[in-house]
């Protein structure tokens, strides 16, 4: 321990370990565990796609690729960015990364340092944090509740900066509440970051297909602060991609050089039988997309409503991603022969015990007053799910 770099004590170790370990010590007895800590989609890879991939294994395309992507695959994204969002982008904009947790990463990286504050509005998916950490940022959270669906303000957000401040980093729609941001919403907040000319946007996108609410709205749109905005998405989500690490940044040319100028010193381009997989996911149509999305929103009314049924779950509709993100906070202090529920992660855990229901506490996102469901699984499961959690609660005095 004593020789472990400064960097590298600064980030921790996830918070869902305990819930994972704990998790498979039960299944190892036998336990039927429903897991619905997971954000990934429950649906496999669109079969043009993998065909895609096994074409490119047959024409030999297992060499190195540019640092930065295929040109054509840029050029699939710049099409993509025009065609679906409206926003101009040339191949020189686009970094192609290995997931778009390493594009955050790359802008991170490259954007900050010790003295520099991000603004990161609590919820948030895990990594934002850690990642500002390992650039040895300093991060300052803007708190949302379930009262705005967990959706931060234009003034809280100018109550926030201050000179340090050098990002503003949120997603749309979000990773953990499902949260969808309007063109009217993000109207008011550029109307503040244009007026701090130091202050950058990294928009994360990954979820941009999963919306349940209409027209994905991007804050690249506003031509007065796009020179300032790093969008991220990938394939992941809305292609069910999740293994084939394929993820991508948008954004100015001085930027995305510095990004490549990075990647190209700690993992060099992304694997090339991905890229040409991800092209055939571009170029084709989005049927399987529209087919997941519909399946999500069927199980978002489904998991909405058994939740409304649990008494001391305080809920709301999400408008995006597969995930929902109820406040729980009515169970602390109560117990059972064994336990006194003390917060989000005390709460998580006993149901994994009990109900033999897998969460994720809302610790994990800078919010413990609440948990993060996934229903990226059948609507049996989830009912199921539902089921098991009722019952289990009732134990608890």
Same mark, same amino acid.
């Given at each position: 321990?004593?020789?472990?770099?400064?960097?590298? %004590?600064?980030?921790?170790?996830?918070?869902?370990?305990?819930?994972?370990?704990?998790?498979?010590?039960l299944r190892e007895k036998g336990v039927d565990i429903i897991d619905m800590s997971v954000g990934q989609?429950?649906?496999?890879?669109?079969?043009?796609?993998?065909?895609?991939?096994?074409? @490119?294994?047959?024409?030999?395309? *297992?060499?190195?690729?540019?640092?930065?992507? =295929?040109?054509?695959?840029?050029? @699939?994204?710049?099409?993509?960015? %025009?065609?679906?969002?409206?926003?101009?982008? %040339?191949?020189?904009?686009?970094?192609?990364?290995?997931?778009?947790?390493?594009?955050?990463?790359?802008?991170?990286?490259?954007?900050?340092?010790?003295?520099?504050?991000?603004? +990161?509005?609590?919820?948030?998916?895990?990594?934002?944090?850690?990642?500002?950490?390992?650039?040895?940022?300093? +991060?300052?959270?803007?708190? *949302?509740?379930?009262?705005?669906?967990?959706?931060?303000?234009?003034?809280?957000?100018?109550?926030?900066?201050?000179?340090?401040?050098?990002?503003?980093?949120?997603?749309?729609?979000?990773?953990?509440?499902?949260?969808?941001?309007?063109? %009217?919403? &993000?109207?008011?907040?550029?109307?503040?970051?244009?007026? =701090?000319?130091?202050?950058?946007?990294?928009?994360?996108?990954?979820?941009?297909?999963?919306?349940?609410?209409?027209?994905?709205?991007?804050?690249?749109?506003?031509?007065?602060?796009?020179?300032?905005?790093?969008? $991220?998405?990938?394939?992941? /989500?809305?292609?069910?991609?999740?293994?084939?690490?394929?993820?991508?940044?948008?954004?100015?040319?001085?930027?995305?050089?510095?990004?490549?100028?990075?990647?190209?010193?700690?993992?060099?381009?992304?694997?090339?039988?991905?890229?040409?997989?991800?092209?055939? @996911?571009?170029?084709?149509?989005?049927?399987?997309? #529209?087919? #997941?999305?519909?399946?999500?929103?069927?199980?978002?009314?489904?998991?909405?409503?058994?939740?409304?049924?649990?008494?001391?779950?305080?809920? =709301?509709?999400?408008?995006?991603?597969?995930?929902?993100?109820?406040?729980?906070?009515?169970?602390?202090?109560?117990?059972?022969?064994? $336990?006194?529920? /003390?917060?989000?992660?005390? &709460?998580? #855990?006993?149901?994994?015990?009990?109900?033999?229901?897998?969460?994720?506490?809302?610790?994990?996102?800078?919010?413990?007053?609440?948990?993060?469901?996934?229903?990226?699984?059948?609507?049996?499961?989830?009912?199921?799910?539902?089921?098991?959690?009722?019952?289990?609660?009732?134990?608890?005095?």
């Amino acid at each position: 321990m004593t020789y472990l770099s400064k960097r590298i %004590k600064r980030i921790s170790v996830s918070q869902t370990l305990a819930m994972s370990q704990r998790s498979k010590e039960l299944r190892e007895k036998g336990v039927d565990i429903i897991d619905m800590s997971v954000g990934q989609p429950d649906f496999p890879t669109p079969p043009h796609i993998k065909q895609a991939a096994k074409d @490119a294994i047959d024409k030999n395309f *297992t060499f190195y690729t540019h640092v930065a992507g =295929y040109s054509e695959l840029r050029d @699939a994204i710049v099409d993509k960015l %025009k065609k679906e969002n409206n926003l101009d982008y %040339k191949r020189e904009n686009i970094v192609v990364s290995n997931g778009a947790k390493q594009a955050l990463a790359n802008a991170i990286l490259t954007l900050i340092g010790n003295e520099n504050e991000i603004l +990161v509005p609590s919820p948030f998916w895990v990594s934002y944090k850690e990642l500002i950490n390992l650039a040895e940022g300093n +991060v300052k959270i803007i708190e *949302t509740d379930i009262s705005t669906n967990y959706k931060v303000t234009a003034k809280q957000i100018e109550d926030a900066i201050t000179p340090k401040s050098r990002i503003l980093i949120y997603s749309s729609p979000s990773n953990p509440a499902g949260s969808v941001y309007s063109k %009217k919403e &993000l109207r008011e907040i550029v109307d503040v970051i244009k007026k =701090y000319e130091n202050l950058f946007v990294i928009s994360d996108e990954i979820y941009e297909h999963i919306n349940y609410v209409g027209k994905h709205e991007s804050i690249a749109q506003f031509d007065e602060i796009k020179d300032r905005v790093i969008l $991220i998405n990938g394939m992941s /989500k809305g292609y069910a991609m999740t293994g084939w690490r394929i993820g991508y940044m948008a954004a100015p040319k001085w930027i995305a050089d510095s990004c490549i100028k990075l990647q190209g010193q700690y993992t060099s381009g992304a694997s090339s039988i991905s890229q040409m997989a991800a092209i055939s @996911a571009l170029k084709g149509d989005n049927i399987y997309t #529209m087919g #997941m999305n519909q399946a999500f929103r069927e199980r978002r009314d489904l998991i909405v409503q058994l939740l409304k049924e649990i008494p001391g779950f305080k809920t =709301y509709n999400p408008e995006g991603a597969f995930y929902i993100f109820p406040d729980i906070r009515e169970y602390f202090g109560k117990v059972n022969n064994y $336990i006194t529920i /003390k917060n989000a992660s005390d &709460l998580s #855990m006993f149901l994994l015990n009990e109900a033999h229901v897998a969460t994720v506490p809302g610790t994990a996102f800078g919010n413990p007053n609440c948990i993060r469901f996934s229903f990226a699984l059948g609507k049996d499961k989830i009912t199921t799910a539902m089921q098991r959690i009722k019952n289990a609660l009732e134990s608890l005095q």
